[in-house]
């Protein structure tokens, strides 16, 4: 018994004592932790000079005052960016590339509708929420995504306007259905953030400047809606954004994933639908190429713009995923953020 007693003792406290040192170590690695965390130091570099939402992938921008930074990119009341998405019968996305008059077709939202509107077309309205429609299957860059169609009457006006023989829908993509990832199909470097129909990531970023400094070398000057950017910052140099590793907007916190790749997309014109396949991305191939270590992830395209996520194309603006969401005001302060 005496035995017994000093060996459920000895166990005891040899149990006391290993956790004791496990709770110790925990402190220690949680001092440890916040201790050495690097401090940071925020910089101002620039000033939000516009925001703009693309509900319709392809379609007009919205450019907006104020808007939510969510983790599938910006938000106002019902307009999410590339939420909505027109496809062909069989469920594959169509967008400016095949068919350039997309960019001048605008839609928006008020009062729980959605309003339609394209050149030459009466404004179509349909609720924003119609779930008796069916959820269909759809590929974007040979990737499944789902999206609830919106309708027969959508159809024939999207049909009747693209003035096709072939039938295209319209698609919307909803709070409950599972986003992609666009690196699962593609050699990116950094994790990206899950995308509803946009190319690559939630948010892309481009200076006033940048855009200014490509237009001195083309015969015409180009605008940056012809990029297709979410945030526009001005009050920087000129490819500055390349370097913001990290930023602060507001309460909102990006994080810099890659250069954006430029397309054919952005010989089209976003005020007449004409499609030049040609410039200016002609001129972004002579100076704004990748390393020659990121050929593997860009290929032959120019870089043109942050994705705060780059591909085979001259690069130009940033992709940025979403660390830290909130509002984000045009006239907001950029701050990048350095450790």
Not at 217 to 244: N, Y
Not at 275 to 296: D, F, I, M, N, Q
Request: proline share 5%; glycine share 8%; with cysteine.
């Amino acid at each position: 018994m005496e035995s017994t007693r000093r060996l459920s003792f000895s166990s005891s406290s040899l149990l006391l004592g290993a956790g004791a040192a496990a709770a110790a170590l925990g402190l220690v690695g949680l001092g440890y932790k916040y201790l050495w965390k690097k401090p940071e130091e925020a910089v101002r570099v620039g000033v939000v000079s516009k925001l703009l939402i693309h509900p319709l992938k392809s379609g007009k921008a919205v450019s907006v005052a104020l808007a939510e930074c969510q983790p599938k990119g910006l938000k106002l009341g019902d307009l999410q960016d590339r939420h909505w998405l027109v496809v062909t019968e069989d469920g594959h996305m169509v967008t400016a590339r095949q068919q350039p008059r997309l960019v001048l077709v605008s839609l928006t939202c008020e009062g729980g509708r959605v309003c339609l509107n394209g050149p030459d077309m009466e404004e179509l309205r349909f609720p924003v929420k119609q779930a008796d429609n069916r959820v269909t299957g759809c590929r974007v860059f040979g990737e499944d995504i789902q999206g609830r169609d919106c309708g027969d009457e959508t159809s024939r006006w999207l049909t009747r306007y693209l003035g096709e023989e072939n039938t295209f829908r319209l698609v919307h993509f909803e709070p409950q259905m599972k986003g992609r990832k666009a690196e699962e199909s593609k050699p990116f470097p950094p994790p990206t953030e899950e995308v509803a129909y946009a190319d690559m990531g939630p948010v892309m970023l481009l200076s006033e400047s940048s855009v200014k400094d490509l237009s001195s070398k083309l015969e015409h000057e180009v605008t940056v809606e012809q990029f297709r950017p979410s945030i526009v910052v001005s009050d920087c140099e000129a490819f500055d954004e390349d370097s913001w590793e990290e930023i602060q907007i507001g309460n909102v916190r990006l994080q810099r994933a890659m250069s954006c790749g430029r397309c054919l997309l952005t010989t089209v014109n976003p005020e007449t639908g004409v499609y030049t396949r040609k410039e200016p991305l002609e001129t972004l191939k002579g100076y704004r190429v990748c390393k020659p270590s990121e050929r593997h992830i860009y290929k032959s395209s120019p870089l043109f713009g942050q994705l705060h996520i780059y591909k085979s194309s001259p690069l130009f603006g940033q992709l940025h995923n979403v660390k830290t969401t909130g509002i984000l005001q045009v006239g907001d302060v950029v701050y990048k953020i350095n450790r």
